[in-house]
């Protein structure tokens, strides 16, 4: 009798894992092909990089040496001393614009960023590589033997060619999406108004990223709703679902018995938070008290990118500064011409969580501006103002 049982909860277990690993397969499917499309789109950038810098040097470079082969960069290699240089610059440019953009992905997580912050963030690391690299030549003592005018040359199309390809690339995965090569399926745990609050929000995504399957409630019914929650096992191994979304957070017992379930397939575990719509920031979750809990913080800067970004800062404001610096001559001497008085207005003002800061502008009022405020305030405060 014993054995007879053994027997049989080793078969259920080989068949449960079996059904496991069935309901893992098309998730696995559909990762191997979104890795497919990212090493494609990769290679396809870094290509192109490769080929504009080898048209600015058949432009800028090779006309210096009119008996080399200027179609074959091989024989450059041989012919040409200053190649090796400029290879070098290359090589050191796409590397760290290569670690710039690995980084990026590794602190974003699975997260998705928009076009937007993709093309900002592209541009952000095209910058920081070519100034990095010119630092660098710098440091070997070779600046001086590039040309100028091709280098930057260089960075600026990397910085068009980097928008083009990615905004062409979003556009090739959202037509994926749009015939189903991509799409997530999507399971919601919670038919109740923030389970329709985000059927709502992610149906309006213009990706058409996601493909709702439907709902699961214990308490509501309708076309929608294909079960309930104690069905969630049965669900996952017939039908394809790569993301769960749970709404229900105030039901700990339910979510305890969901999590124990769907923890063993491979699929994305998202929790709505309460309170989600009130929600406006960035959390931090942290584990050094009793209870674990989430902190609201107001920056996601944390550690050596705090010094990344101050530096970019520095660095971007003192290039601004040098280039606008005819502009401003100019604009300090139209006012010093226009009107008697200091040609900068200094004044103190409340800055980041209000902390006073000293201000400097260029003078656009009159020197006793202040003091004119304050006897016109005093004016208002006897005749009692106009009423609206």
Not at 26 to 51: A, N, P
């Amino acid at each position: 009798m014993d054995i007879n049982r053994f027997a049989n909860a080793k078969s259920l277990a080989q068949m449960q894992f079996k059904a496991v690993g069935n309901a893992s397969k098309q998730r696995i499917r559909l990762d191997k092909f979104r890795r497919i499309t990212y090493v494609l789109y990769y290679l396809c950038e870094y290509s192109v990089y490769i080929l504009t810098f080898y048209f600015l040097m058949y432009l800028k470079v090779l006309p210096d040496y009119p008996l080399v082969d200027s179609l074959n960069p091989i024989v450059w290699s041989k012919e040409v001393h200053v190649f090796d240089k400029y290879l070098l610059f290359l090589g050191m440019m796409l590397l760290i614009h290569g670690f710039m953009r690995s980084q990026g992905f590794l602190f974003a997580g699975n997260g998705e960023r928009s076009l937007t912050e993709d093309l900002f963030f592209s541009a952000k690391a095209t910058s920081y590589a070519f100034l990095m690299s010119i630092g660098i030549t710098f440091l070997l003592k070779t600046t001086f033997i590039y040309s100028r005018v091709t280098l930057v040359t260089f960075a600026v199309l990397m910085l068009v060619e980097g928008v083009m390809l990615r905004a062409a690339y979003k556009y090739a995965i959202r037509m994926l999406n749009e015939k189903g090569l991509l799409q997530d399926r999507v399971l919601i745990v919670g038919a109740g108004k923030v389970g329709n609050e985000l059927v709502s929000t992610l149906e309006a995504e213009k990706r058409s990223k996601y493909k709702i399957i439907g709902y699961l409630d214990d308490y509501k019914i309708g076309s929608d709703v294909i079960g309930k929650t104690t069905e969630l096992e049965s669900i996952l191994q017939n039908q394809h679902v790569d993301v769960v979304y749970i709404t229900i957070p105030s039901e700990r017992r339910v979510i305890e018995s969901i999590l124990h379930t769907i923890y063993k397939y491979n699929v994305d575990i998202r929790i709505i938070p309460e309170m989600f719509d009130r929600m406006s920031t960035v959390f931090a979750f942290h584990t050094d008290s009793n209870q674990p809990y989430m902190e609201i913080v107001k920056t996601p800067l944390r550690g050596i990118n705090v010094l990344l970004k101050r530096l970019f800062d520095i660095l971007i404001s003192s290039l601004l500064l040098i280039l606008l610096s005819p502009l401003f001559f100019g604009l300090g001497l139209w006012t010093k011409l226009d009107s008697k008085g200091p040609v900068f207005f200094k004044q103190v003002r409340v800055g980041k969580n209000g902390v006073p800061f000293s201000m400097i502008k260029f003078r656009s009022m009159r020197v006793d501006a202040e003091r004119l405020r304050e006897n016109l305030d005093k004016e208002n405060a006897v005749s009692g103002g106009a009423c609206i």
